[in-house]
């Protein structure tokens, strides 16, 4: 792991502003006043904001993306919360679920972690992806994307943290590792593997495209 991967600077005062939306959600942005947001982050005092590029359900804030663009997207959210940010002078950081995505997980259930045998993990109703799977090449395109078009300050990817997974992929790596999926210890050894290469990965993908923003 780099030391980028925290914060960095001045940033004393921060809001993560939580964006979690359904797609079932309609006009989404509809009211969205960039004056009176600008405002209200200059009276705040505010070093820095954390603004959604992509939620738990899997929707992108931003119409030109390529992935799961929410479908009642009212306004380029994203962007004006961003030029708000500008104006206002405060760092916008950009967060991207990483571990949760809905729309993914509908279509490719094949990725999700298996967190009791033969059972996938189901915590508040959203379903975690196991970073051993090909939802990770999907995560980094997605990564690169947003990247690439905000050149950001910071990305937050969240639901980051790794456990013991029996899905087929973590146990097919650990017996050909010589480990065994039925002692614990050697389950935390592989999930600490595929944490790691997940943080080596995600670190590449952000600082090929943007080596001065802070994961």
């Not at 921060?14 to 004056?35: K, M, P, Q």
């Not at 196991?130 to 690439?148: I, T, W």
Request: charged share 30%; net charge negative.
């Amino acid at each position: 792991m780099t030391k980028t991967w925290k914060w960095s600077g001045g940033d004393k005062r921060c809001v993560h502003l939580d964006f979690h939306t359904s797609e079932l959600i309609e006009n989404v942005g509809a009211d969205f006043d960039r004056e009176a947001f600008t405002e209200m982050l200059k009276k705040t005092g505010l070093d820095s904001i954390t603004l959604f590029a992509k939620c738990h359900h899997g929707c992108f804030y931003y119409s030109d993306s390529k992935f799961f663009v929410h479908p009642h997207l009212a306004c380029e959210i994203l962007d004006e919360q961003l030029a708000a940010c500008k104006a206002a002078g405060v760092s916008a950081k950009i967060y991207i679920s990483a571990g949760y995505d809905e729309y993914t997980a509908r279509k490719h259930p094949e990725w999700l972690g298996i967190y009791q045998k033969g059972k996938p993990q189901e915590p508040n109703g959203f379903r975690r992806f196991c970073f051993n799977s090909g939802y990770l090449d999907l995560l980094k395109e997605q990564a690169r994307e947003v990247v690439k078009k905000y050149k950001p300050d910071g990305v937050f990817f969240d639901i980051v943290a790794n456990w013991p997974c029996y899905c087929d992929n973590c146990i097919a790596d650990m017996k050909k590792k010589g480990l065994d999926p039925e002692n614990e210890d050697d389950l935390w050894q592989q999930s600490r593997d595929v944490a790691q290469h997940y943080f080596d990965e995600m670190d590449k993908v952000v600082h090929e495209v943007s080596p001065e923003t802070v994961i």
